[in-house]
């Protein structure tokens, strides 16, 4: 059948489109996930090129880059600061200790260029107020094959009900690096079906089951030396902007031409990007 | 609700018991072809003393109950055969039969009466019914003529894409059409993705399109209704017609089996594409495509009492592949290799009616209905000994009981009521693989069993004479494992005659969709599937509300009809961002999609003005249709939840079909058409999108994406095509034989099919240009097809 559509298009002519193409001035895109856990307040700050455009390969600027000459503030009530660039990790930040992110609380973002572009945002931070229990079945219950596999199940409620969304994600820990390049990488995610973290619509609690974990990081030949210490479950309390960002992120299909687009998530005025915030809740189970 | 019903069903009925109280006679029959006797649907039968009459059903059956009257007129008109008159003194219920003769020259007739069939006097409004052999006059691609196609050139029903046969009506899917042949319903209409539709004018004797105001005895559809009939068979002597086209070839016969009381036609087309190729593909290879449809119909008239009709369709598209070769191992061994494979879809219905009249004035219907529809991927390898197949199946399959009764108790009341109940058993995937190299794997079809009925009644009542009133109700009732869904469905429709030639009409309609059509592209491939309502996708509903004038211009034959329409859809399904069905490429997997997750319900609006100037008769006939419409819709989880204007949002259709009967020998035929383009989501700019790395809050990557602006804000270059027509008749001794010339294209315009997005590089500059470019289809066609008929 697509022989067929392909040759149809063979077949037909091809030309350049005799039609007004839309406007394209460049916008503003921000991104800023802010936590109470963290130990730092960051912000990457890029813009739009359009899609229709000559682009110069003798020219070594690239194209699409992060914007180092941006005025990024970020408020709450009457405090406000200015987020300086660091060139290194190409991004606006200031330290949680002179600017603290607390729950509950509601933060105002805005950003300026010297180009006379402004974007602004705001978001309150989830209070987590989770009770957060996990339960691990059978370790190296299937023996059939080289990876060892086992259910896990999360177990949360809140404690009083909000509208948050969850994102979940476990990890591992080993006693010693398995990749001699990197000898304090012990940490690694757990695929748990097919993947690696998930998003949970707004529930006021649940049970988070999943079977058939795979520890695929430790190759059979790394079995003998290298073991698994702990898991750790993570949970996300995030607010919306984080949780739909996430959901175009993992659903977005641009090259399917037989899928329907999907437009970009942004709560950004006037620009792209995203302003979420998020509550973490750690649990960990040490293994024998 | 049901106390509703019963309050309805009391009023319908109860004038009718004092009806039969008095003194009355029934003057009822039959209206034939003269030479055929095929029965003809929607023949005028006029009372000029009365200033009222009745049309014949969709069994060429008319009755008429009245007082006594001495002397009583009676004239029996229909588009294209001339009229007669009958007078008689009514003191006695008469049988009537009449056969009318085919105006074989349609000149500008001199009217003996100007009572021939009227918009401005039918209640009915959103309708269009298209006479048979317009539809074989008008120019067409590669010279296939199509129902389906004529019918997008009506207003208020658009095309979706170039060459293509889905229709959209009134802002409505492709999905939205109930389109019945013989009372089956036809669940995918079209061959060869959509380029060509499967009807055969040649076998077909009415095609009615409607569009609005639906009457209560159609339902289960939101946005249209095509109904169409199979020819019932010559009763006197053997004719046949047929032709030889670019494309394909089709003959029909038909015939008496007994004379004057049984008849049959069977009638067939073929494609001869993959006989054409076949010389030039290599000795091993072997494969083509070719698509088929047959229609066959019988019947026994055994009197004025009872007939009995027995009708069918198959048809069949298919897509087919061999290969043979003698390959050689790492071992040295010689193995045979064969693969072979394809795949096919196709509908077959059929149709057992039992036409009883009961008594003068009542008649009745009785049907049992089957309809299938299957699409089939099958791919087979052998390779020595070791053997590899795989079979998917997808479908969905019909039982169908229907009784519709017409109970004509005085000219002023005329009841129809009825019940239909379908059995649907639904089959979205099956799927057997057996390996000799693994074990085997099946998977069971999924079957999906549903009972789709409906109770309906209506009447149209004429108070008084300027007055009609079509007033009704359905009963719909859906019923899967574990739910079911019980809706109600008024349905009026009204025309009030300023005059003889004019009136004013409204109408309003509740209709329900309980099956849903999951569509890849919207441009009907057989992967699309059928599924039913279920809990969490509740069935789609729609309201419309219309409005229109309806002019004769007796004199000069001319018909104009001004219509405004709006229509709210509720619950309709549309395609999360990001879903896609098109999972047929690895039928192993397909199962694992879950189509529940991968649609939305949301709203649609649908609103606009249609003009129809239609000219039926005449040395020139044809039609100028305009539509200024205005389409949108509104999905929570699309566009943010904002309404956003359909894909086939079109804000100006244009169409003009014009057919010159230049003399007996040469007909010439014309028609131009222009659409406002789709409206397209295009890419705007691109960006940085990051992916935030949890375990460490660092934005570990970055990815290119596009934004697009909001959901369809782009519009396509509008379409605008001419094509022309010349035909050359001759009469032979054994009947007439037609060469057509015909040019799809005339000014080799290029309509925009899809756009994509291309780059040029320039190494003067050493840079790249991207730029939308523009892929269209068809270019000026010209074709020749030649036809005859005995």
């Known amino acids: 059948m697509l022989s067929f559509l392909l040759g149809l298009i063979i077949f037909s002519c091809e030309k350049e489109a005799n039609v007004k193409l839309p406007k394209a001035p460049p916008k503003l895109v921000v991104y800023s996930f802010i936590s109470p856990q963290d130990s730092i307040v960051t912000v990457k700050v890029t813009q739009t090129i359009p899609v229709f455009r000559t682009t110069y390969y003798s020219s070594s600027d690239p194209e699409i880059k992060w914007l180092d000459n941006a005025l990024v503030k970020i408020s709450k009530g009457s405090i406000e600061t200015i987020l300086h660039y660091n060139s290194e990790a190409e991004r606006y930040e200031t330290s949680s200790k002179t600017f603290s992110i607390e729950p509950g609380q509601t933060y105002f973002l805005t950003v300026f260029t010297a180009e006379g572009l402004s974007v602004d945002a705001q978001c309150t931070v989830p209070i987590s107020n989770n009770s957060l229990k996990m339960q691990i079945d059978t370790i190296k219950s299937s023996k059939t094959d080289e990876y060892d596999s086992w259910n896990l199940m999360i177990n949360w409620k809140q404690m009083s009900p909000s509208k948050n969304y969850f994102m979940f994600y476990a990890q591992g820990e080993l006693n010693k690096s398995i990749n001699p390049e990197y000898p304090?990488?012990?940490?690694?995610?757990?695929?748990?079906?097919?993947?690696?973290?998930?998003?949970?619509p707004s529930e006021t609690s649940g049970i988070f089951s999943k079977k058939n974990l795979f520890t695929n990081y430790i190759s059979p030949t790394d079995k003998d030396t290298a073991r698994l210490t702990s898991i750790s479950a993570v949970l996300f309390s995030v607010d919306e902007p984080y949780y739909r960002y996430h959901e175009w992120e993992s659903n977005h299909e641009d090259d399917n031409p037989f899928a329907e687009p999907t437009l970009p998530y942004t709560n950004i005025n006037g620009g792209l990007g995203v302003f979420g915030s998020y509550n973490k809740t750690c649990i960990r189970q040490d293994l024998k | 609700m049901y106390r509703f019903i019963l309050l309805f069903f009391i009023l319908i009925f109860l004038p009718l018991i004092s009806f039969t109280q008095n003194t009355k006679f029934t003057i009822s029959g039959y209206v034939k072809e003269k030479g055929s006797g095929e029965l003809?649907?929607?023949?005028?039968?006029?009372?000029?003393?009365?200033?009222?009459?009745?049309?014949?059903?969709?069994?060429?059956?008319?009755?008429?109950?009245?007082?006594?009257?001495?002397?009583?007129?009676?004239?029996?008109?229909?588009?294209?055969?001339?009229?007669?008159?009958?007078?008689?003194?009514?003191?006695?219920?008469?049988?009537?039969?009449?056969?009318?003769?085919?105006?074989?020259?349609?000149?500008?007739?001199?009217?003996?009466?100007?009572?021939?069939?009227?918009?401005?006097?039918?209640?009915?409004?959103?309708?269009?019914?298209?006479?048979?052999?317009?539809?074989?006059?008008?120019?067409?691609?590669?010279?296939?003529?199509?129902?389906?196609?004529?019918?997008?050139?009506?207003?208020?029903?658009?095309?979706?894409?170039?060459?293509?046969?889905?229709?959209?009506?009134?802002?409505?899917?492709?999905?939205?059409?109930?389109?019945?042949?013989?009372?089956?319903?036809?669940?995918?209409?079209?061959?060869?993705?959509?380029?060509?539709?499967?009807?055969?004018?040649?076998?077909?004797?009415?095609?009615?399109?409607?569009?609005?105001?639906?009457?209560?005895?159609?339902?289960?559809?939101?946005?249209?209704?095509?109904?169409?009939?199979?020819?019932?068979?010559?009763?006197?002597?053997?004719?046949?017609?047929?032709?030889?086209?670019?494309?394909?070839?089709?003959?029909?016969?038909?015939?008496?089996?007994?004379?004057?009381?049984?008849?049959?036609?069977?009638?067939?087309?073929?494609?001869?594409?993959?006989?054409?190729?076949?010389?030039?593909?290599?000795?091993?290879e072997k494969g083509g495509y070719y698509f088929y449809d047959l229609n066959a119909k019988v019947n026994y008239d055994f009197g004025r009492k009872n007939k009995l009709y027995l009708s069918g369709y198959f048809g069949r598209d298919k897509f087919s592949y061999k290969n043979k070769y003698i390959e050689e191992d790492q071992n040295g061994n010689i193995?045979?290799?064969?693969?072979?494979?394809?795949?096919?879809?196709?509908?077959?219905?059929?149709?057992?009616?039992?036409?009883?009249?009961?008594?003068?004035?009542?008649?009745?219907?009785?049907?049992?209905?089957?309809?299938?529809?299957?699409?089939?991927?099958?791919?087979?390898?052998?390779?020595?000994?070791?053997?590899?197949?795989?079979?998917?199946?997808?479908?969905?399959?019909?039982?169908?009981?229907?009784?519709?009764?017409?109970?004509?108790?005085?000219?002023?009341?005329?009841?129809?009521?009825?019940?239909?109940?379908?059995?649907?058993?639904?089959?979205?995937?099956?799927?057997?693989?057996?390996?000799?190299?693994?074990?085997?794997?099946?998977?069971?079809?999924?079957?999906?069993?549903?009972?789709?009925?409906?109770?309906?009644?209506?009447?149209?009542?004429?108070?008084?004479?300027?007055?009609?009133?079509?007033?009704?109700?359905?009963?719909?009732?859906?019923?899967?494992?574990?739910?079911?869904?019980?809706?109600?469905?008024?349905?009026?429709?009204?025309?009030?005659?300023?005059?003889?030639?004019?009136?004013?009409?409204a109408s309003y309609a509740l209709m329900?969709?309980?099956?849903?059509?999951?569509?890849?592209?919207?441009?009907?491939?057989?992967?699309?599937?059928?599924?039913?309502?279920?809990?969490?996708?509740?069935?789609?509903?729609?309201?419309?509300?219309?409005?229109?004038?309806?002019?004769?211009?007796?004199?000069?034959?001319?018909?104009?009809?001004?219509?405004?329409?709006?229509?709210?859809?509720?619950?309709?399904?549309?395609?999360?961002?990001?879903a896609s069905f098109m999972t047929i490429d690895n039928p192993e997997t397909s199962e694992q999609v879950?189509?529940?997750?991968?649609?939305t319900s949301g709203q649609g609006w649908s609103y606009g003005t249609e003009v129809l100037v239609q000219k039926k008769v005449g040395k020139l006939s044809g039609w100028i249709g305009y539509t200024l419409s205005w389409t949108q819709l509104q999905f929570d989880s699309l566009n943010f939840g904002k309404k956003y204007y359909a894909r086939y949002d079109r804000r100006h259709d244009l169409s003009i079909v014009g057919i010159y009967e230049w003399n007996p020998k040469i007909t010439l035929s014309a028609t131009w058409v222009y659409g406002t383009g789709n409206a397209i989501t295009l890419p705007t700019s691109e960006f940085m999108a990051i992916e935030p790395d949890l375990q460490t809050s660092n934005y570990a990557h970055a990815d290119i994406r596009k934004e697009y602006g909001p959901k369809n804000s782009f519009r396509m270059a509008a379409y605008h095509r001419m094509d022309l027509g010349i035909q050359f008749h001759k009469k032979k001794r054994w009947g007439e034989r037609t060469w057509e010339i015909s040019v799809y294209n005339l000014y080799n315009r290029k309509n925009p099919f899809f756009y994509t997005i291309s780059s040029k590089y320039n190494a003067n500059t050493n840079s790249s240009t991207t730029f939308l470019s523009q892929v269209t289809l068809f270019p000026i066609i010209p074709a020749i097809s030649y036809s005859f008929k005995f």
């Open chain 1, 184 to 200: 304090n990488d012990k940490i690694f995610f757990i695929r748990m079906e097919d993947d690696f973290t998930f998003l949970i």
């Open chain 2, 335 to 505: 193995k045979n290799y064969t693969s072979k494979g394809g795949f096919s879809w196709g509908n077959a219905t059929g149709t057992f009616r039992w036409n009883h009249l009961f008594h003068n004035n009542l008649f009745a219907n009785s049907s049992f209905i089957f309809s299938n529809y299957q699409f089939v991927i099958s791919y087979n390898e052998t390779r020595g000994k070791d053997r590899y197949n795989l079979d998917y199946i997808s479908g969905i399959r019909d039982f169908t009981l229907k009784s519709d009764w017409d109970y004509l108790p005085s000219p002023n009341h005329s009841i129809k009521f009825g019940l239909i109940s379908t059995h649907h058993r639904f089959t979205p995937s099956a799927i057997v693989l057996k390996n000799t190299q693994a074990t085997e794997f099946r998977q069971k079809a999924k079957r999906i069993d549903v009972m789709e009925s409906a109770l309906y009644a209506e009447d149209i009542y004429k108070p008084f004479n300027q007055l009609k009133i079509n007033g009704g109700i359905r009963l719909s009732y859906f019923l899967t494992n574990k739910d079911h869904y019980l809706n109600l469905e008024p349905r009026v429709a009204a025309s009030y005659s300023i005059n003889e030639e004019l009136s004013l009409k």
């Open chain 2, 512 to 578: 329900n969709q309980y099956v849903h059509l999951l569509s890849n592209t919207g441009i009907g491939l057989p992967t699309d599937l059928w599924v039913p309502s279920t809990k969490r996708i509740a069935p789609q509903r729609s309201q419309q509300v219309a409005v229109g004038i309806a002019k004769d211009f007796t004199g000069k034959k001319v018909a104009v009809t001004f219509e405004g329409y709006y229509k709210k859809m509720d619950r309709i399904i549309g395609y999360k961002e990001g």
């Open chain 2, 594 to 599: 879950n189509w529940e997750d991968n649609v």
């Open chain 2, 40 to 284: 003809l649907i929607g023949v005028n039968v006029y009372l000029p003393e009365l200033k009222t009459g009745t049309t014949t059903n969709n069994f060429g059956f008319y009755s008429i109950t009245l007082a006594p009257q001495d002397s009583l007129t009676l004239i029996y008109s229909f588009v294209g055969y001339t009229h007669q008159v009958n007078q008689l003194k009514l003191d006695h219920d008469y049988a009537l039969n009449v056969e009318l003769s085919q105006d074989l020259v349609l000149k500008e007739v001199v009217i003996i009466v100007d009572q021939e069939e009227k918009v401005s006097q039918s209640v009915q409004m959103s309708k269009i019914e298209l006479p048979i052999s317009q539809i074989k006059n008008i120019p067409a691609l590669l010279g296939e003529k199509d129902v389906l196609k004529v019918l997008q050139l009506m207003p208020g029903v658009q095309k979706g894409s170039e060459g293509n046969s889905g229709i959209y009506v009134r802002g409505g899917g492709p999905d939205q059409n109930l389109i019945i042949l013989d009372d089956a319903i036809v669940y995918n209409a079209y061959h060869l993705f959509g380029f060509f539709s499967l009807f055969n004018g040649d076998a077909l004797k009415s095609v009615e399109l409607t569009k609005g105001g639906f009457p209560a005895r159609y339902g289960g559809r939101l946005s249209s209704v095509i109904d169409m009939n199979l020819k019932d068979g010559n009763k006197e002597e053997l004719h046949g017609s047929g032709g030889i086209g670019i494309i394909s070839s089709r003959l029909t016969l038909e015939g008496p089996i007994t004379k004057n009381h049984s008849s049959f036609i069977i009638s067939g087309r073929r494609t001869y594409v993959d006989a054409l190729i076949r010389p030039f593909l290599p000795p091993e």
